[in-house]
């Protein structure tokens, strides 16, 4: 799947005390993880507009006209898992324009037309 998308991570930060730098925490985070893109959230904003639920797992799969296809959200494991790449499969082809849940397993993908 890895070349048929592009990853970026977002970091809620918004609880990090006052007395960390933000340098030490960008650079833990290249060194974590040095192929994926990851924006640092220091207010929290990104998180409400993009109504992410706090400590579960967040994906929203975007197509290359930048347009919300779906997003799952939940524990990981491998159904979720499933559900992604699902959602991937559908942003590399023409989706419907009526939000609808499709053969996805247990209907874990919200999926969203253009």
Known sequence: MGDRVQYVGVANLRGLPFFVSKNSVRSSLKKKMPYVLVLCDW?????????????????????????????????????????????????????????ERQNTPSGLIKTFGR
């Open 43 to 99: 207010k929290g904003d990104g998180f409400k507009q993009f109504a992410c639920v706090r400590r579960q797992m967040n994906v929203q799969v975007y197509s290359t006209a930048r347009t919300l296809v779906g997003s799952v959200t939940g524990t990981p494991f491998d159904e979720r898992a499933k559900a992604v790449t699902a959602l991937v499969d559908l942003a590399s082809t023409s989706f419907r324009t009526e939000p």
